[in-house]
């Protein structure tokens, strides 16, 4: 089974930037789709950025586009996601998951096979 480490978060003030890793390691790399999802408290997990492993593709959640981008070192087995621009909507704990679904699923927690322990990101007004 892949082992899922996050790194990066942290406390920023609103307009700041951060920069988000996650690393791969362990069992056989088969999956489609490496992705960022996020949990504010008392809210449930969401979507936040994917990256198809193959080809590259990106997809975001609409409140984030232009901000956020996702990239991902192939040979390194990790993402990456660098945040501008950041909000106080985007405090949360962000996770990084693995998939073999298709395209369709992507946004879907229920998807997701392996996931990291999370990195805390707050954003300071």
């Known amino acids: 089974q892949v082992h899922l480490v996050e790194s990066g978060g942290g406390l920023v003030q609103a307009g700041g930037s951060l920069r988000l890793s996650c690393v791969a390691s362990?069992?056989?790399?088969?999956?489609?789709?490496m992705t960022w999802f996020r949990q504010a408290p008392g809210k449930e997990r969401e979507f936040v950025a994917g990256?198809?492993?193959?080809?590259?593709?990106?997809y975001y959640t609409e409140s984030v586009k232009g901000r956020f981008t996702i990239t991902r070192d192939r040979a390194a087995k990790t993402i990456f996601l660098q945040m501008n621009s950041l909000e106080t909507d985007d405090t949360a704990v962000y996770y990084c998951?693995?998939?073999?679904?298709?395209?369709?699923?992507?946004?879907?927690?229920?998807?997701?096979?392996?996931w990291g322990q999370g990195t805390q990101v707050t954003v300071a007004s």
């Open positions: 362990g069992g056989s790399f088969t999956y489609s789709a």
């Open positions: 990256i198809r492993w193959g080809a590259g593709h990106t």
């Open positions: 998951a693995t998939t073999r679904a298709e395209l369709s699923a992507l946004r879907l927690t229920s998807a997701y096979i392996n």
